[in-house]
């Protein structure tokens, strides 16, 4: 018999802690035991330390919230210590990882937070259409190269799972921080009184006879982390006068998707299903503070999303044309996101080609773009790549920069998929996956009256500014998971390093802007103390214009190529 079968276990149990402690308390520990990994005498030391001093000691209600958080604080430090180990090591594998890999202009110093080091030197600017001198200072916010550029297909199914309970976790702290919740409550667990529950929507595939379908209210459940609830999964029902707390005032209602981390108020009354009688409003993370309005720290920026050429030729008309828009606005910083050279294109799919890809991107956009630079000295260019962009062989989500030898001017920096980055001040956030489309397809809205609503007016109804607020909440640049199955080949997800899909951690500060380019039709939302861009793309004849003329004053602009 192994040695963490249950029945094993509630002997040993019984054995180290005592004949007279009750079963229900026995059946939990069995489950710490096994969740963990680690033995019921393991267990009886952790609980003689977590009541160290105590006499006598007593195993009550609390002593398993008590338990289970002394053990995963242990096997946080255990898997810090290892990480850290690991990054220290030069093995042949870390060195096959960055072989050929030189540090490009777009690195900074620093992992996870963001940083104030600089990417480069003021550089003194054209005069901007505000007609004041500009300067600007750029760095970017998240990862460096090193960190972007992992060896995927290499993950363990223990690293997948441990990021997806990570995300529950993190977020269970923020919902019991914000509502005042002393201790969350197991989902699948029989109870007479209500608790409040954190989990992941999943979609039961099972509930329908004829295959997969969209989320519904009859399809959705409730994943709970191992540390919250052993990782079981429990069928969700609505009780008919369901509630919505803290939500937008006018929003009556809630939406929810495969992936979303959401907290729920109800029971689960022994009938195999939870009960929500009220749903919990995310708390809103706050957005970086602007810095003191002054005009030498002015900068205009115009922003484009690929593809840059009609599915019918390799022209790349749309670009020429969007380089000459450039011309005559003078932009202090370009922003160009992929793709660029497109996989899908039927062209590449074909290999109807005259020139290599690489000879193809070098003069259509390299050479064309540095041509831009020389007429606007002091300017800078940035390039988001991406999964469909050919050049990029960091095919997967998140995803790594382009290489340094495809870029060989030192104003153009190549930056991650999605990123963070600094300019003047003023943080952006940026990614090439079409997230909005995506929730928009997968997303269910739960009808529900409100409780205590948040903002000072009625918010109309705004299916596009819904789906901001869903990223804004989520506090990630791809909150869905799994990939809905038609899509897959426009994400390429890879779970096990989705840490780089959040803002710099579950309690990081929101990018002032987010550029969000999608082929949903292009706006300009205000969510909170953000502006949420969806560009469209240069193929529709779209792009943005942006001018901080004073930090606090900022205009955007949505303009269509002639």
Request: net charge negative; with cysteine; hydrophobic share 35%.
């Amino acid at each position: 018999m192994a040695p963490n079968d249950a029945d094993t276990l509630r002997q040993q149990i019984k054995h180290d802690f005592g004949e007279t402690l009750e079963d229900k308390y026995v059946e939990e520990c069995v489950v710490l035991c096994q969740n963990f990994d680690i033995s019921a005498q393991d267990l009886f030391y952790k609980w003689e330390a977590v009541y160290f001093g105590q006499s006598p000691r007593v195993f009550d209600d609390g002593t398993i919230p008590a338990l289970r958080q002394h053990v995963q604080r242990e096997v946080s430090k255990q898997n810090s210590r290892k990480l850290h180990a690991k990054s220290n090591t030069s093995g042949l594998m870390s060195r096959n990882l960055n072989a050929g890999v030189q540090p490009t202009p777009s690195s900074s110093q620093g992992h996870g937070k963001a940083t104030t080091q600089s990417r480069a030197p003021d550089i003194s600017l054209n005069q901007a259409p505000s007609a004041v001198p500009n300067k600007v200072k750029f760095s970017v916010l998240n990862r460096t190269e090193k960190g972007q550029r992992y060896r995927y297909m290499y993950e363990r199914i223990s690293e997948r799972s441990g990021a997806l309970d990570d995300r529950i976790d993190d977020i269970a702290e923020l919902v019991q921080k914000h509502y005042g919740i002393v201790e969350l409550g197991d989902p699948s667990l029989e109870t007479e009184e209500e608790v409040t529950v954190v989990g992941r929507i999943v979609l039961d595939a099972d509930s329908s006879s004829t295959g997969p379908v969209k989320l519904n209210e009859s399809s959705m459940s409730l994943e709970s982390s191992r540390a919250l609830g052993s990782g079981r999964r429990i069928p969700l029902k609505f009780d008919a006068n369901v509630r919505v707390r803290g939500a937008r005032k006018g929003v009556q209602g809630a939406g929810f998707f495969p992936g979303a981390i959401v907290a729920l108020r109800g029971r689960n009354g022994g009938g195999g299903w939870f009960v929500v009688t009220e749903i919990l409003s995310l708390p809103n993370p706050s957005s970086s503070p602007l810095p003191p309005g002054n005009t030498d720290r002015a900068f205009t920026m115009c922003a484009a999303a690929g593809p840059y050429t009609a599915d019918a030729d390799l022209q790349f008309k749309p670009w020429e044309a969007f380089l000459k828009k450039a011309r005559s606005l003078k932009p202090s910083v370009v922003l160009l996101i992929g793709p660029f050279i497109d996989s899908n294109h039927l062209a590449v799919q074909n290999g109807d080609l005259d020139k290599d890809c690489t000879t193809i991107f070098r003069e259509i956009f390299l050479t064309k773009l540095s041509e831009l630079l020389d007429e606007l000295p002091g300017s800078i260019a940035l390039i988001v790549p991406s999964v469909r962009d050919i050049l990029n062989e960091h095919a997967v989500f998140p995803q790594g920069e382009f290489r340094f030898e495809h870029v060989h001017d030192s104003r153009i920096s190549t930056l991650s998929n999605p990123c963070c980055f600094d300019v003047n001040g003023i943080s952006f956030g940026a990614t090439s996956v079409d997230v909005l489309f995506h929730l928009r397809k997968e997303e269910y809205f739960k009808q529900a009256s409100a409780i205590a609503p948040i903002g000072s007016k009625e918010q109309p109804h705004d299916a596009m500014a819904n789906l901001c607020y869903h990223i804004v909440q989520q506090r990630s640049f791809y909150p869905i998971f799994p990939v809905p199955l038609d899509l897959t080949h426009e994400v390429n997800l890879d779970i096990s390093h989705s840490d780089a899909l959040h803002f710099n951690g579950p309690e990081g500060e929101m990018p002032n802007i987010l550029f969000l380019p999608s082929k949903l039709k292009q706006f300009v939302k205000y969510i909170e103390d953000m502006i949420v861009i969806n560009p469209s793309t240069i193929v529709k004849g779209y792009f943005v214009s942006i001018e901080f003329l004073k930090m606090q004053n900022r205009h955007v602009e949505l303009i269509k190529l002639e």
